[in-house]
């Protein structure tokens, strides 16, 4: 049962344009939602997050935007650079009481071209 | 943002033989940890969830005779694959959360990429 889903394995975007990453949830109880980047033999780094109180939150070029009606959420990059080349997870989490587990996505990779 | 280690970073070992990666949150105290394994071009599974002086909870399908978790202080959590097969072969990535009000943001070690042989 994949809670959270990235329909989308690959994307492929050329510099200074618009990266945009969907993820979908089917659990109503999640409330808090996160994106992560990984590098290949890496850890995951923590990008930005977004509360169901909340449609979007902006920290620099990363923005979230969350639509609860649809179960959807988004990450936008803008400017994408070829740096920002990696997989980007989505994850989800439920309220307190759920001990704070993660649900991730199946990852999407993205590819920045110069 | 907050800083996790983990120690070693990728380890070779015989079939049959034990091995322990260490997980440390270096700025902040963690009384929540959580074992993470990753598959190649998957995403990441949650093996177990460690609670610093008390039991792990282990996910459905994880053997907790195999995978033993010990969080014996709120800044260092182990994680030893006892007996360890090749199919064990994986990375295996640990996080903390640190406490924040209305936070659940998790922060992530490297990594550690065990090949069993």
């Known amino acids: 049962d994949q809670q959270v889903k990235q329909n989308s394995p690959s994307l492929s975007v050329q510099e200074g344009r618009i990266s945009i990453l969907n ?12 994106w992560y980047k990984k590098y290949p033999a890496e850890g995951p ?18 923005t979230v935007f969350l639509n609860k009606s649809a179960k959807h959420l988004s990450l936008h990059i803008v400017p994408s650079q070829p740096g920002d ?7 989800a989490s439920g309220t307190e009481t759920s001990g704070s ?5 199946e990852g999407t990779q993205l590819t920045v071209n110069p | 943002g907050a800083v996790v280690s983990q120690h070693p ?3 070779i070992c ?10 440390r949150s270096l700025d902040f105290q963690a009384t929540t940890m959580f074992w993470y394994r990753q598959f190649p071009k998957q995403s990441l599974m949650l093996m177990a969830t460690s609670n ?17 978790i010990n969080h014996a202080s ?9 007996s360890a097969h090749p199919e064990d072969s994986s990375f295996y990535i640990c996080s903390a959360r640190e406490p924040s009000p209305g936070g659940y943001e998790q922060y992530f070690g490297p990594g550690t990429r065990l090949t069993v042989t």
């Open chain 1, 23 to 34: 993820c979908d949830y089917t659990n109503s109880m999640f409330d808090y939602f996160l």
């Open chain 1, 45 to 62: 780094t923590f990008l930005i997050s977004i509360s169901s109180i909340k449609d979007k939150n902006e920290d620099g070029r990363f």
């Open chain 1, 85 to 91: 080349s990696a997989v980007y997870f989505c994850a």
């Open chain 1, 101 to 105: 587990r993660l649900t991730f996505g």
């Open chain 2, 9 to 11: 970073s990728w380890v």
């Open chain 2, 14 to 23: 015989k079939s049959g033989t034990s091995v322990k990666i260490e997980c």
């Open chain 2, 52 to 68: 610093e002086g008390s039991k792990a909870t282990y996910e459905q399908g994880v053997e907790k005779d195999k995978f033993l």
């Open chain 2, 74 to 82: 709120l800044t260092l959590s182990t994680l030893t694959v006892t």
